[in-house]
């Protein structure tokens, strides 16, 4: 009789992919239906079924369904969640940070902030929320156009801050979605961090909507999947092409900073890469930025990620020992933070 351990390895086991040692060439050129990747087993499923279990915790019948597509989403009418292929697999990972700079929802903090986003959305659908007037009223209109571009305040207390980019700011939809993102944390802990704050209304209506909606059945159960990812016809280099177009437009006001930090590998072909670094550091960067600037940990991550994606992008090392690098990286992330407060506005394309 197989021991429990070892049954645990193969419920969790990866299946025998035939690309798995396929090259970037290789593998951009195959079409993603032929991928064959299944969502359960993968390394993204423990999050799905985490999320499942909080929304249990507190109380909200609906269990939004799970697919794979090319990118996060979650389609308007449909309570279910679209996840994006790389997560399933780390040799696409691998492909998407190469590709990407990042993967987004690579850690699982990281995707369960997002999928607590999309649930959000996923329950807005399967209740018609945005349909009442209370609703409405907190939030705005979910009639109001979506925009390629948003500018936002990121000074502003009225929205809570969750998944990055101020991106609550962007539609009211995405304000629910941002403030019920917030409300899965326990009580105590959205309360102590919004107190004073306007925001702190919306995650006051949340918890009173959430309440109210455990004691009835949703009106919306459709278990639709849009754009799976066993009928797209596309290549992964065709889908890599289409999004490298669509996001192209980085960050690169502060590169004049960086680069008085980090110098290009050329110049110190053996140097520590700059983005390795402020990766390897991370949680201590996080720390020392958050006990002297005594900011929102949001403020924090968006610096973070700047630096480190310009970083890649310049292929820009560092100018000394990792010892002597460690005070003007953390200066320089402080500048940074602080900037963006000072001039209290960004623009994101959506």
């Given at each position: 009789m197989a021991s429990s351990?070892?049954?645990?390895?193969?419920?969790?086991?990866?299946?025998?992919?035939?690309?798995?040692?396929?090259?970037?060439?290789?593998?951009?050129a195959m079409k993603f239906k032929n991928l064959k990747l299944?969502?359960?087993?993968?390394?993204?499923w423990p999050a799905v079924e985490r999320l499942h279990a909080e929304l249990e915790r507190h109380g909200i019948p609906v269990r939004p369904h799970c697919w794979l597509s090319?990118?996060?989403?979650?389609?308007?009418g449909i309570p279910g969640i679209a996840i994006p292929f790389y997560l399933a697999h780390p040799r696409l990972a691998q492909l998407e940070r190469k590709m990407m700079g990042d993967v987004e929802g690579g850690s699982m903090k990281w995707r369960m902030r997002i999928l607590r986003h999309e649930a959000g959305h996923a329950i807005d659908n399967a209740y018609a929320l945005r349909r009442r007037s209370d609703w409405r009223k907190i939030f705005g209109?979910?009639?109001?156009?979506?925009?390629?571009?948003?500018?936002?305040?990121?000074?502003?207390?009225?929205?809570?801050?969750?998944?990055?980019?101020?991106?609550?700011?962007?539609?009211?939809?995405?304000?629910?979605?941002?403030?019920?993102?917030?409300?899965?944390?326990?009580?105590?802990r959205?309360?102590?961090?919004?107190?004073?704050w306007p925001a702190l209304r919306k995650l006051e209506y949340v918890d009173e909507l959430m309440a109210e909606i455990s004691e009835t059945e949703p009106v919306r159960r459709s278990r639709s999947v849009i754009e799976p990812l066993s009928e797209l016809d596309m290549t992964l280099g065709q889908h890599y092409r289409k999004r490298m177009?669509?996001?192209?437009?980085?960050?690169?006001?502060?590169?004049?900073?960086?680069?008085?930090?980090?110098?290009?590998?050329?110049?110190?072909?053996?140097?520590?890469?700059?983005?390795?670094?402020?990766?390897?550091?991370?949680?201590?960067?996080?720390?020392?930025?958050?006990?002297?600037?005594?900011?929102?940990?949001?403020?924090?991550?968006?610096?973070?990620?700047?630096?480190?994606?310009r970083a890649r992008?310049?292929?820009?090392?560092?100018?000394?020992?990792?010892?002597?690098?460690?005070?003007?990286?953390?200066?320089?992330?402080?500048?940074?933070?602080?900037?963006?407060?000072?001039?209290?506005?960004?623009?994101?394309?959506?």
């Amino acid at each position: 009789m197989a021991s429990s351990s070892n049954r645990h390895r193969k419920k969790n086991r990866l299946p025998d992919y035939h690309w798995v040692d396929y090259d970037d060439e290789q593998l951009l050129a195959m079409k993603f239906k032929n991928l064959k990747l299944q969502l359960r087993n993968s390394p993204v499923w423990p999050a799905v079924e985490r999320l499942h279990a909080e929304l249990e915790r507190h109380g909200i019948p609906v269990r939004p369904h799970c697919w794979l597509s090319t990118e996060w989403f979650c389609p308007d009418g449909i309570p279910g969640i679209a996840i994006p292929f790389y997560l399933a697999h780390p040799r696409l990972a691998q492909l998407e940070r190469k590709m990407m700079g990042d993967v987004e929802g690579g850690s699982m903090k990281w995707r369960m902030r997002i999928l607590r986003h999309e649930a959000g959305h996923a329950i807005d659908n399967a209740y018609a929320l945005r349909r009442r007037s209370d609703w409405r009223k907190i939030f705005g209109r979910a009639s109001e156009p979506y925009r390629n571009m948003y500018t936002p305040r990121p000074g502003s207390h009225r929205y809570v801050l969750h998944i990055g980019h101020w991106y609550a700011q962007s539609h009211p939809t995405e304000d629910f979605a941002e403030t019920f993102a917030v409300w899965m944390q326990p009580k105590a802990r959205w309360r102590r961090d919004y107190e004073d704050w306007p925001a702190l209304r919306k995650l006051e209506y949340v918890d009173e909507l959430m309440a109210e909606i455990s004691e009835t059945e949703p009106v919306r159960r459709s278990r639709s999947v849009i754009e799976p990812l066993s009928e797209l016809d596309m290549t992964l280099g065709q889908h890599y092409r289409k999004r490298m177009n669509m996001y192209g437009a980085v960050e690169k006001r502060y590169d004049k900073w960086i680069t008085r930090v980090f110098t290009a590998r050329n110049k110190r072909p053996r140097g520590v890469p700059a983005s390795r670094y402020v990766r390897e550091i991370d949680p201590q960067l996080r720390r020392l930025l958050e006990r002297r600037a005594r900011l929102h940990p949001y403020f924090i991550d968006h610096a973070i990620r700047t630096v480190r994606q310009r970083a890649r992008d310049l292929d820009l090392v560092l100018r000394q020992s990792t010892r002597e690098a460690k005070r003007k990286v953390v200066r320089l992330h402080e500048r940074i933070v602080l900037d963006i407060l000072q001039r209290n506005r960004e623009n994101y394309t959506l």
